[in-house]
C-alpha cells in the first residue's frame, strides 16, 4: 500500500488545530487544498475522519484512533528534528571539566573519545583534581561538570549521579611477590610498609575508616599525592597499596604487579558525575553530560 505521507502531516495539524483555515495558514498553504488532501485520505482510507460544522472541525471515532497514531509519530519526528539541529549547533564550543585520576582513567578517556568523534568542533578542558578540589572548582563555577570517586561531601547546590563502581585490590611487586601464596589479614598487612595517597584525599579518608573498621590504624609509609603514582611506586618494590581493579589489570598480566587475597572485603566505591544545579553551563556542557550518563555502566 502507498503511503503519501504529506497527507498524513495535513490530517495532523487539521486534528490539531480543529480548522482547516489555521492549518492552511501553518502550513503556508490555502484552504482548498487543505480540503481536497483531507478528503483524497478519507477516500483512501474509506471513512470519515472529521465532522464538519460553522465552529470548525471536530474528529469522528475512526480520526480519533487515526490522531493517535499519527501524533505519536510526528512528536517523534520533531525530536529527531531537534536533535539533528541541536548537533548542528555543537559545531565549536569548550567543555571544562574536574575529574580526578581513578574517575578520567577508569571512565571517562573512553566516553570523551567517542565525544570527540561526535562533536569534533568542542573544545575540552580537563583539570586532573582531588575529589575535593573537584568538588570546590564546581561549587566556584570553574568547571562545568566533576568526575570524582567516593566517599564525598556534598554541598546543597551539588548533584551526583553514579555513572560506575569499582573496587581497589591490595597489590605488591615483585619483592612481596610471596605473600599471594596465602589470603592475609590487614593486620598482617600492617609488618609491611604501606602506600597510600596523602591526607586531605577522600582516598586517605576512606581506607583510614576501614582500617578503624577492623580495628587499625592506617599508618601508611610513603604518601602519594595523586592516584597515578600508586603503581609505579609498588611496582619498585616501595610497598603494598590499594589500586582499583581496572587500573592494575595490565601490571598483573605481565607480572610487574602481584594481587593479594586480603581477608577483610574492601567496599565498593563509586564514580559519579557532579553538576552545579545553580549554574547555568553551555550547549556544549549540557550535550556532554547526556553523553556521559548514556555510558552508565
Do not use: W
Not at 570527540?116 to 564546581?138: C, E, F, K
Not at 603503581?231 to 601490571?251: C, K, R, S, W
Request: charged letters at 25%.
Amino acid at each position: 500500500m502507498y503511503i503519501n505521507y504529506d497527507h498524513y502531516r495535513v490530517f495532523y495539524y487539521v486534528a490539531k488545530y480543529g480548522s482547516f483555515t489555521r492549518a492552511a495558514e501553518f502550513l503556508l498553504n490555502n484552504q482548498p487544498n487543505i480540503t481536497r488532501t483531507i478528503k483524497n485520505l478519507e477516500r483512501d482510507l474509506e471513512c470519515t475522519l472529521f465532522i464538519r460544522s460553522n465552529r470548525g472541525v471536530r474528529l469522528t471515532p475512526e480520526g480519533e484512533m487515526l490522531y493517535a497514531h499519527i501524533s505519536a509519530a510526528m512528536e517523534h519526528i520533531a525530536m529527531g528534528e531537534e536533535e539533528i539541529s541541536q548537533g548542528k549547533g555543537l559545531q565549536s564550543g569548550v567543555v571544562s571539566i574536574g575529574a580526578s585520576e581513578v574517575a578520567l582513567r577508569c571512565f571517562l578517556l573512553p566516553v570523551l573519545k567517542e565525544f570527540r568523534r561526535a562533536y569534533p568542533g568542542i573544545r575540552i578542558r580537563i583539570a586532573n583534581h582531588t575529589t575535593p578540589q573537584a568538588l570546590s572548582s564546581l561549587s566556584r563555577g570553574l568547571v562545568d561538570i566533576s568526575m570524582v570517586t567516593s566517599p564525598f561531601d556534598l554541598t546543597e547546590e551539588l548533584r551526583a549521579v553514579e555513572v560506575k563502581r569499582f573496587r581497589e585490590i591490595p597489590l605488591c611487586g615483585e619483592g612481596l611477590a610471596h605473600l599471594v601464596k596465602s589470603p592475609i589479614s590487614l593486620r598482617d598487612l600492617q609488618q609491611y610498609p604501606l602506600i597510600c595517597l596523602a591526607p586531605k584525599t577522600k582516598t586517605y579518608d576512606f581506607y583510614l575508616q576501614f582500617f578503624a573498621k577492623h580495628g587499625l590504624h592506617l599508618s601508611p609509609d610513603i604518601e602519594a599525592a595523586t592516584a597515578d603514582q600508586l603503581l609505579p611506586l609498588i611496582i619498585n618494590d616501595l610497598g603494598v597499596g590499594f589500586v582499583p581493579e581496572e587500573l592494575a589489570a595490565e601490571a598483573i598480566a605481565e607480572k610487574r604487579a602481584f594481587s593479594l587475597r586480603l581477608r577483610e572485603e574492601i567496599p565498593e566505591r563509586s564514580i559519579c558525575l557532579l553538576k552545579n544545579t545553580t549554574k547555568p553551563v553551555s550547549a556544549a556542557a549540557k550535550v556532554l553530560e547526556k553523553f556521559i550518563l548514556e555510558k552508565r555502566a
